[in-house]
């Protein structure tokens, strides 16, 4: 009997390395960069526009957090809300408990009930420092830093991406196919190229719009910018 059991696991095993089928997904870790460059925190980049910025603050939310298995089951990795900060690298690294994943699915920014519900803790927290008016509510992602080409005070720019109702909704789903080359990989890892803030879809110029603190058309054009900067890669 002993025999068998182990002889049924082996074939178990064997048809799982083969399909792809091993491993859990237990993490979802993001990763910034600029143009492919490693992303740091008030190193000077060039924008594709030419422009030279140096960022110092750089956060969004995600909510909405699912998944869709390789067997093709859709289910739910999280209910909660993820404040993503480049400063702060345990805020990268999202624990999930989840068979292996062929589509990662979530939101980026915070959720319109989340919004009218009164005073949030945690990361809905005020104090963080994302949030704008009970009438505006949640900055869903926030870059600022200073570029020579922007004409503010100190050559500061802060933009400041927000709004819940429409027409100027700025949350943006996203859906990443994951890479499947490597079986036995347990993380599955996002890059996002903050230079597509700037150039995603849009050309914003420093130059022309330093400055985002409303909600409106400049904050739904970032917010198309951004979502185009996520990528699903393989390490």
Same mark, same amino acid.
């Given at each position: 009997?002993?025999?068998?059991? /182990? /002889?049924?696991?082996?074939? #178990?095993?064997?048809?799982?390395?083969?399909?792809?089928q091993?491993?859990?997904?237990?993490?979802?870790?993001?990763? /910034?960069?600029?143009?492919?460059?490693?992303?740091?925190?008030?190193? *000077?980049?060039?924008?594709?526009?030419? *422009?030279?910025? %140096?960022i110092?603050k750089?956060?969004?939310?995600?909510?909405?957090l699912?998944?869709?298995?390789?067997?093709?089951?859709?289910?739910?990795l999280? @209910? *909660?809300?993820?404040?993503?900060?480049?400063?702060d690298?345990?805020?990268?690294?999202?624990?999930?408990?989840?068979p292996k994943?062929?589509?990662?699915?979530?939101?980026?920014?915070? !959720?319109?009930? @989340?919004?009218?519900?009164?005073?949030?803790?945690g990361?809905?927290d005020?104090s963080?420092g994302?949030?704008?008016?009970?009438?505006?509510?949640y900055?869903?992602?926030? &870059? *600022?830093?200073?570029?020579?080409q922007?004409?503010?005070?100190?050559? %500061? /720019?802060?933009? !400041?991406?927000?709004g819940?109702?429409?027409?100027?909704?700025s949350? %943006?789903?996203?859906? &990443?196919?994951?890479?499947?080359?490597?079986?036995?990989n347990?993380?599955v890892y996002?890059?996002v190229?903050?230079?597509?803030w700037?150039?995603?879809?849009?050309?914003?110029?420093?130059?022309e719009?330093?400055?985002?603190?409303?909600?409106?058309k &400049?904050?739904?054009? &970032?917010?198309?910018?951004?979502?185009?900067?996520?990528?699903? #890669?393989?390490?």
């Amino acid at each position: 009997m002993i025999r068998k059991i /182990f /002889f049924i696991s082996c074939l #178990l095993i064997l048809k799982n390395m083969v399909t792809g089928q091993t491993g859990n997904t237990d993490a979802i870790i993001f990763n /910034f960069n600029f143009n492919q460059s490693p992303f740091h925190l008030e190193k *000077e980049y060039i924008t594709d526009a030419g *422009e030279a910025v %140096r960022i110092y603050k750089m956060k969004f939310y995600i909510s909405g957090l699912t998944g869709v298995t390789t067997k093709g089951d859709t289910i739910t990795l999280s @209910k *909660e809300h993820f404040l993503v900060d480049a400063e702060d690298t345990s805020s990268q690294i999202i624990k999930v408990q989840a068979p292996k994943l062929q589509y990662l699915v979530f939101t980026v920014g915070v !959720d319109s009930l @989340k919004n009218t519900s009164g005073i949030q803790s945690g990361v809905l927290d005020p104090s963080r420092g994302m949030f704008w008016t009970w009438n505006s509510g949640y900055i869903m992602a926030k &870059l *600022e830093g200073v570029s020579s080409q922007a004409n503010t005070a100190g050559n %500061r /720019f802060t933009h !400041d991406v927000g709004g819940f109702r429409s027409p100027f909704n700025s949350t %943006r789903k996203i859906q &990443l196919l994951i890479p499947q080359n490597k079986i036995n990989n347990t993380s599955v890892y996002i890059e996002v190229n903050l230079a597509k803030w700037f150039t995603g879809k849009y050309s914003i110029l420093l130059t022309e719009q330093p400055i985002c603190h409303t909600p409106g058309k &400049l904050a739904m054009q &970032l917010a198309d910018n951004f979502v185009t900067g996520f990528t699903s #890669l393989e390490k």
